[in-house]
């Protein structure tokens, strides 16, 4: 068995560029697919537009200072639908769509604007949505519903090892990426471009949840065979990299 640094040191290396498979883009393979798919639309739970929703904390360099990641939530409160539609706008939401290139703008950069992520939420607490398991539609700012049932959210639970922050939030955001967006242009740099790319999601997420006193914590210990079997990503052309559990901060004494 090889050691960790050894397998860590191969899979950086298999990213060199003189180590790369020849592009999908060089070889005049076909575009990737850039927008989420919709496979209900008249079932759409379109969110609530809030380009004017101004957050109690405004502040920058305050939000800054006080993000800490947080595991206890208030259970009393219920996410309003506005306030989850900020937050995954300026996680995921789409600014521009440019047909010419096939891309998306958002509000977080991404290598090569690629975008790879498809977010999936369980949502726990937010008023007027049903318990259960949604996926967001970036260029509609939409919902569509892809679970309700609580064997479905027990799962949830069980995928991130049944961690306490996952199982009090009010939401948590699951970031799937969808590796031909980004392997089509950087072949297997994509592994590493798709990763950073994660850690500027889940930074906005904690940003923008200070911003309206909740709390975050960013979840990489999952396990990853239930979570993509969960949403029914084949672990080869879709997987499950990265996640963030929301909830309300319980306010001090
Ligand atoms: C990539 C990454 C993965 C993490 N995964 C988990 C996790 O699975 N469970 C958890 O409780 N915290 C997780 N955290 C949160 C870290 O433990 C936390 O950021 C760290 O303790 C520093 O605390 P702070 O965020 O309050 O500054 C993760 C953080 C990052 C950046």
Redesign the pocket.
């Known amino acids: 068995m090889e050691d960790a640094h050894d397998l860590i040191s191969r899979m950086h290396q298999a990213s060199y560029h003189e180590n790369q498979p020849v592009s999908a883009e060089k070889q005049e393979k076909p575009f990737p697919q850039y927008l989420d798919n919709v496979s209900n639309e008249s079932g759409l739970i379109f969110l609530p537009d809030c380009s004017g929703f101004i957050p109690q904390h405004n502040d920058l360099l305050d939000v800054i200072i006080k993000?800490?990641?947080l595991?206890r939530y208030d259970e009393s409160v219920e996410m309003s639908l506005e306030e989850l539609s900020y937050l995954l706008k300026y996680t995921q939401g789409v600014r521009e769509i440019d047909e010419k290139r096939s891309l998306t703008i958002r509000f977080v950069p991404s290598a090569g604007s690629r975008h790879p992520f498809e977010t999936f939420v369980l949502v726990q607490r937010v008023a007027g949505l049903t318990q259960g398991l949604y996926r967001y539609i970036a260029q509609r700012h939409a919902l569509e519903v892809f679970d309700l049932a609580f064997e479905a959210i027990q799962k949830a639970h069980e995928s991130?090892y049944k961690?306490k922050?996952v199982i009090t939030s009010a939401v948590t955001f699951f970031w799937a990426a969808n590796v031909y967006r980004t392997s089509w242009r950087y072949s297997t740099r994509a592994y590493r471009y798709m990763n950073l790319d994660a850690?500027h999601v889940?930074q906005n997420l904690y940003l923008c949840a200070e911003s309206i006193d909740y709390g975050v914590?960013?979840?990489?210990?999952?396990d990853d065979h239930l979570t993509n079997q969960l949403f029914n990503l084949d672990e080869v052309k879709r997987f499950m990299v990265?996640a963030a559990s929301v909830g309300k901060k319980i306010p001090q004494a």
């Open positions: 993000r800490r990641s595991r991130v961690q922050q850690g889940c914590c960013a979840i990489a210990a999952f990265y």
